[in-house]
Nanobody, 119 residues
Framework: VQLQASGGGLVQTGGSLRLSCAASGRTFSSHTMGWFRQAPGKEREFVAAINWSGGSTSYTASVKGRFTISRDNSKNTVYLQMNSLKSEDTAVYYC?????????????WGNGTLVTVSS
């Protein structure tokens, strides 16, 4: 599975962005998909994940209620809708594909897309 993330950019505090991650390969629909981010000087952290069907999602606490992960298996694409953006959301965002039940093993990583939130 090859992953290509896009949609990052510069946005003001309180604004919105939608990230996309396009996947190649016929097995996209069988993978759990996730978004991670890495802020300057910090370690990469989990942001959100969605199971193969889209019926189950999870989020890190700091983005709950503001971010929404979704997927379109017909387009081999996963999205991250980010609303009410804060300066602390500034980071490089990565998408990932993984397998496993309960604990996901993240096997494939995409390029990063930079999100900058300015006040």
């Amino acid at each position: 599975v090859q992953l290509q993330a896009s949609g990052g950019g510069l946005v003001q505090t309180g604004g919105s962005l939608r990230l996309s991650c396009a996947a190649s390969g016929r097995t996209f629909s069988s993978h759990t998909m996730g978004w991670f981010r890495q802020a300057p000087g910090k370690e990469r952290e989990f942001v959100a994940a969605i199971n193969w069907s889209g019926g189950s999602t999870s989020y890190t606490a700091s983005v709950k209620g503001r971010f929404t992960i979704s997927r379109d298996n017909s387009k081999n694409t996963v999205y991250l809708q980010m609303n009410s953006l804060k300066s602390e959301d500034t980071a490089v965002y990565y998408c990932a594909a993984g397998t496993g039940v309960g604990v996901v093993r993240w096997e494939y990583w995409g390029n990063g897309t930079l999100v900058t939130v300015s006040s």
